[in-house]
């Protein structure tokens, strides 16, 4: 019976985490290209992600989430609350991804706060 119940309980892990996979992939296959555009939108989505992947070095004010389009916002909050599980390691999810270092690097470029001119 104890096999049984340990067999179980992975099974049911097994299939959270593939569920989660599948939907962080939804996701972020709007995040990502919104990040990339430049607009007030994208500007949001990328510091965001960035902000997701290192806060310290790219600090962001989670208000600036209320400025989305409701999609977007929710799908901002679906990732965020995944991000403090083991389950989804951001930067290895969009590296994962076709050019997911050239995602970074662009991201990177776009949004990332400017060191003032010495």
Request: charged residues 20%; proline residues 4%.
């Amino acid at each position: 019976m104890n096999n049984q119940n340990n067999l179980r309980s992975l099974l049911k892990a097994h299939l959270a985490h593939a569920l989660v996979d599948r939907y962080t992939t939804r996701v972020l296959r709007t995040l990502v290209p919104a990040a990339l555009c430049h607009t007030e939108t994208g500007a949001i989505v990328g510091r965001f992600l960035l902000g997701l992947h290192d806060g310290a070095k790219h600090p962001f004010n989670l208000n600036e989430l209320r400025r989305l389009a409701p999609e977007l916002h929710e799908d901002c909050l679906q990732i965020l609350a995944l991000d403090g599980t083991d389950m989804l390691d951001l930067r290895k999810k969009i590296e994962a991804g076709t050019d997911g270092a050239v995602v970074w690097d662009l991201l990177n470029n776009m949004w990332a706060p400017q060191a003032p001119n010495a």
